[in-house]
């Protein structure tokens, strides 16, 4: 192993010990062994993501696809960046180029899904969703987001059978009961729908959404 991946690796560990100041030391000594090494400035666009350096951030997974322009997972990266920021449309030009490169890039499927469905484009969503857990089919956000599109386009038998597969494979989901209820009244099923309303209010919810979950139950218990 060269120098540099090393430090690479040793670089890697430390973020994963939540160590993002020994993380970057490494990584940058990583860089300084081996100026083309693509993977540590990846990774140091993930630290300065989470030190909260945009313009570091943006930079470093900018030369890390220059230096491999093949490598999708730097686009996914700065077009995560980019939608914590708010800035949909760069975001959609990286996950759309990710894309282009590779049709296999999970990350650029559910990313340009998240922003179609940001955008009120839920049929275009639903296929990037669809395409994404395809590649990754243990991906309970996925499964979750494809199932808001599809309520948002009253398509309840088959949102309804997504929030399922999001909640087979993450079990603590609160907002997937929540929005089995609703589909659950909106299809005039109210005693599922209550029951999911009661799982609701068990996950520890307060304040205005409690109040809610609550009105939402007796509502439903009168209906049956």
Sequence with gaps: MSDSAQLLKEGLDACRKKDFEEGERLLLEAIEADPNNY???????KVYRVLGDFDSAVGYFHKSYTLRPEFTDAMVNLGNLYYDKGMYEEAKHEYQRAIEINQKSFGGHFGLGNI??????????????????????????AYNNLGLCHMNRENYNDAIYNFKMAMEIKKELPKAHLNLARCYERTNRYAEAAGEWEHFIDSGIEGEELDMAIERLADCKSKY
């Design 116 to 141: 179609l469905r940001k955008q009120g484009k839920n049929k275009d969503a639903i296929e990037e969703y669809d395409a994404a857990i395809e590649l990754k089919k243990d991906h309970y956000q």
């Design 39 to 45: 993977l540590a400035y990846d990774a140091l666009g």
